[in-house]
T-cell receptor
Framework: AQKVTQAQTEISVVEKEDVTLDCVYE???????LFWYKQPPSGELVFLIR??????QNEISGRYSWNFQKSTSSFNFTITASQVVDSAVYFC????????????FGTGTKLQVIP | GAVVSQHPSWVICKSGTSVKIECRSL??????MFWYRQFPKKSLMLMAT?????????EQGVEKDKFLINHASLTLSTLTVTSAHPEDSSFYIC?????????????FGPGTRLTVL
């Protein structure tokens, strides 16, 4: 079985601060996919990134960056220079495939960016 | 990118009635769709996997007679909450898998908020 742990329930930061959201996963499979989703108050999930288990290269997209470390089974997400619009619940998730198997979600981290 | 729609986006019903929620993949065919449920301030929990042309596979603890799933075509899956009760009030999200080899991707719908009075 797969498991995703997001130990941080809620985080508050002041605008322009950097913030890192932690994600630890468990799976016995050697092939898997990791995801991050943003869920604003409207409820719709916004896809942020997908990473497969064979690609440990870290990624940067604008103010977002992701640190994937198989050695510690972690896939952390950093927002640089946070903005109020970043306020949302962020979910880390895992699947054994990119599209045709279920996605196991972490419990989510609620991020509040204070102006 | 691919789009998955849900209808309705929100629904309020009386206890004891049945509610049908539709999930459509708008620009691709999906042999597999998934239904998730999210309680307030909680995570998404998989309810069932919907396979086109066959019976859905339900997760442990999910009542298949209460949550009827039909995946009659490659672009449509429906979830019917039968004899709804207030405890069924939740946010229901579907997703559809788009098969594209190494680029397989699962797309999520915008969700349906169900309130049972």
């Amino acid at each position: 079985a797969q498991k995703v742990t997001q130990a941080q329930t809620e985080i508050s930061v002041v605008e322009k601060e950097d913030v890192t959201l932690d994600c630890v996963y468990e799976t016995r499979d050697t092939t898997y996919y990791l995801f991050w989703y943003k869920q604003p108050p409207s409820g719709e999930l916004v896809f942020l990134i997908r990473r497969n288990s064979f690609d440990e290269q870290n990624e940067i997209s604008g103010r977002y960056s992701w640190n994937f470390q198989k050695s510690t089974s972690s896939f952390n997400f950093t927002i640089t220079a946070s903005q109020v619009v970043d306020s949302a619940v962020y979910f880390c998730a895992l699947s054994l495939s990119g599209g045709y198997q279920k996605v196991t979600f972490g419990t989510g981290t609620k991020l509040q960016v204070i102006p | 990118g691919a789009v998955v729609s849900q209808h309705p986006s929100w629904v309020i019903c009386k206890s004891g009635t049945s509610v049908k929620i539709e999930c459509r993949s708008l620009d691709f065919q999906a042999t597999t769709m998934f239904w998730y449920r999210q309680f307030p301030k909680k995570s998404l929990m998989l309810m069932a996997t919907s396979n086109e042309g066959s019976k859905a596979t339900y997760e442990q603890g999910v009542e298949k007679d209460k949550f009827l799933i039909n995946h009659a075509s490659l672009t449509l899956s429906t979830l019917t909450v039968t004899s709804a009760h207030p405890e069924d009030s939740s946010f229901y999200i579907c997703s559809a898998g788009k098969l594209a080899g190494v680029a397989d991707t699962q797309y999520f719908g915008p969700g349906t908020r169900l309130t049972v009075l």
